[in-house]
């Protein structure tokens, strides 16, 4: 099955800072997704993201599917941004979605 | 809110017990999906349905199954617990077969 890993496995942020998250994926994928699990234990849709680039607010995705992987930008970081980051990869038809072993963020004050 | 429902959120039980976690999907979504996080552990895929038939099928153990009712709604059954049974159970669930994933707050599994 697909293989994707993340890095880097762990990262402290100073308030402010801005830090990109990578995620890479062993095969071609239909879909793509970035969860931010905060320190409850959700997990929070961020950005479905096969191709190309979005951004919502403070945050932007970037998918290079032909290159097979996906970055993550955290820019001005919070306190909130705290958590473990996932991404999760789908090869399409039988095969399941995969997800890697995260990024924990800590972002201190 | 996501509005994919799981209950209970908290269990606690004994080694060699049974129970059932519950789920309840996104109003439109056919397909449901279960995972399993142990703590500080990233998310094993467990198994997938979508409207009523296995999709695909992760490591499963043997003593854990599932089903989707035609309802929708999906229950995961696990069985002649044990301590390494413990963790965060999560159900997720999309439109299509392949969608955009949503999930519930999961359902938090304590075997003693």
């Known amino acids: ?109 | 809110d996501s509005g994919v429902t799981q209950t209970p959120k908290h269990l606690i039980t004994a080694t060699g017990q049974r129970v059932t976690l519950r789920c309840s999907p996104r109003s439109g979504d056919l397909s449901v999906y279960w995972y399993q996080q142990s703590l500080d552990q990233g998310l094993q895929f467990l198994i997938q349905y979508y409207n009523g038939e296995e999709r695909a099928k992760g490591n499963i153990l043997e003593r854990f199954s599932a089903q989707q009712f035609p309802d929708l709604h999906s229950e995961l059954n696990l069985s002649s617990l044990e301590l390494g049974d413990s963790a965060l159970y999560f159900c997720a669930s999309s439109v299509a077969p392949a969608g955009e994933l949503f999930f519930g707050e999961g359902s938090r599994l304590t075997v003693l």
């Open chain 1, 1 to 109: 099955g697909i293989q994707v890993e993340q890095s880097p496995p762990d990262l402290i942020l100073q308030e402010g800072a801005n830090s990109t998250l990578r995620c890479n994926f062993s095969d071609s994928v239909n879909n793509l997704q970035w969860f931010h699990q905060n320190p409850w234990g959700q997990l929070i849709n961020l950005f479905y993201i096969p191709s190309g680039t979005k951004q919502n607010g403070r945050l932007s995705a970037t998918t290079v599917a032909t290159e097979r992987y996906s970055l993550l930008y955290i820019s001005s970081s919070q306190t909130t941004d705290s958590g473990v980051y996932f991404c999760a990869a789908d090869p399409g038809g039988y095969q399941k979605v995969t997800f890697g072993t995260g990024t924990k963020l800590q972002v201190i004050p």
